[in-house]
């Protein structure tokens, strides 16, 4: 590498003289470090006229080959100095659940790796009371549950509020019409969330509320899922606001309802995190960016 970035540099000034000033070796040690490096190629790389110096066509090969390595070793540097600017230990375990994984964590994410672009950051699943437990546990630094959790032992930041909507497929019957309430529910076909989840036992409460029995066709855990569905079998769901995206309506044809009832049904999501995690300062990253991301998206 040494000795390319030696050949590079003769090339350029096209006279050994010029290049052992810049270099600041001496003339005859340049000579021998071009002659050591043709040795170790089996290549003539310049043809001497003189004091001028002209590239063969294999020192030409060899020019273009010592820019490349340049530009990997710049690259190279420059991540090295984003890596130290990082810190050392980049990484963060993150517990939610799959339908926050789904919906809300990638914009989060993409927005956090823009700022800290080396971090690494691990992944887990579960229902909300397996989340906490993971936090309390300290199996994850983070948790990003669909409620707001009060527990003497864990922090809790409310990030953003929610509700739910009701959620048409393109051909519904229901689109047409001027007012849909609460007993129009009743009976409906429907796609729900898996019994047990946070987002079902809100649901369940509403309906036990207002006595509506709808038609429960399926039962899913997955929010990408139950949207896919809602689609292709023409029928109804209910949804978070938060998680649908304008783009992603528009993809599935899907058309929004809003019920007064249903704007009723209010839920925050929360990050939470235990004394252990504030000792973490990738947690604490982590933890800032996170409440000023959805303090702008608010």
């Not at 579960?126 to 199996?139: A, F, L």
């Amino acid at each position: 590498m040494e000795l390319l970035d030696v050949f590079a540099v003769v090339v350029e000034q096209v006279s050994l003289n010029k290049a052992s000033q810049l270099l600041n070796i001496s003339q005859p040690a340049l000579s021998r470090k071009i002659m050591k490096l043709e040795e170790e190629l089996g290549v003539e790389l310049f043809i001497r006229k003189g004091k001028r110096l002209e590239l063969t066509k294999a020192g030409q090969i060899c020019y273009d080959h010592a820019l490349e390595l340049r530009h990997v070793e710049r690259k190279f540097k420059q991540t090295l100095q984003m890596y130290k600017a990082a810190g050392t230990h980049s990484s963060i375990t993150v517990g939610a659940s799959l339908t926050t994984l789904q919906a809300t964590l990638p914009d989060l994410i993409t927005d956090y790796l823009q700022v800290y672009p080396l971090t690494e950051i691990k992944l887990l699943t579960g229902k909300t009371h397996e989340i906490v437990t993971m936090v309390k546990e300290n199996k994850v630094d983070i948790g990003i549950v669909a409620s707001q959790i009060n527990a003497s032992s864990l922090h809790c930041e409310p990030l953003f509020d929610d509700h739910l909507c009701l959620v048409l497929p393109l051909g519904h019957p229901f689109i047409d019409r001027a007012h849909i309430t609460m007993s129009d529910l009743n009976d409906l076909p429907m796609i729900l969330f898996s019994k047990g989840t946070w987002y079902r036992i809100l649901m369940d409460e509403l309906f036990h509320r207002y006595t509506i029995f709808p038609n429960v066709q399926m039962e899913i855990d997955s929010f990408e899922a139950i949207i896919r569905l809602v689609s292709t079998c023409k029928t109804a769901t209910l949804l978070p606001k938060s998680y649908l995206r304008e783009d992603l309506i528009q993809n599935n044809e899907l058309i929004l309802r809003y019920l007064a009832e249903l704007e009723q049904t209010k839920r925050t999501t929360s990050l939470i995190y235990s004394d252990q995690a504030t000792d973490n300062p990738e947690s604490l990253k982590f933890i800032e960016q996170t409440i000023n991301y959805f303090a702008k998206h608010k």
